[in-house]
């Protein structure tokens, strides 16, 4: 993923570092480092910068689109999804992505401090 700025977004620093890629028929493992000048830290929050959960999501749909060539395909619905411990920046998390079928991808946040995200993305049918 490349750091592209759109013309009305101020934001240039959105993705993090893959550190380690590892993909295997129906699973991707992606090691990341989460950078501290992060554009999202800014003002989340000013003392304790967090990575917000739209973000955590917004990254599991893309590397899903990227990884399982669903690039075409729109996002039908997500589900389970759970938030349980925070990201904070300089942390290396692992992305894990399994496809589940061919429209469905559960993806899942982890670090040495535990299970940080999961969900399962939902795909529309083509």
Not at 12 to 22: C, K, R
Not at 90 to 106: A, D, F, R, V
Request: proline fraction near 5%; charged fraction near 20%.
């Amino acid at each position: 993923m490349t750091n592209v700025a759109h013309v009305n977004n101020d934001l240039v620093n959105v993705w993090p570092e893959v550190l380690i890629e590892h993909i295997e028929d129906s699973q991707v493992e992606l090691q990341l480092y989460i950078p501290t000048d992060l554009d999202y830290f800014n003002g989340h929050f000013p003392k304790a910068p967090i990575l917000a959960g739209v973000v955590q999501l917004h990254w599991a749909v893309e590397y899903s689109k990227q990884k399982f060539s669903l690039a075409e395909r729109e996002i039908k619905n997500i589900e389970v999804l759970k938030f349980q411990v925070v990201i904070i920046p300089g942390q290396k998390l692992n992305l894990t992505l399994t496809k589940k079928s061919p429209n469905k991808i559960l993806f899942s946040y982890t670090s040495e401090k535990g299970q940080h995200a999961s969900g399962r993305i939902v795909f529309e049918d083509i």
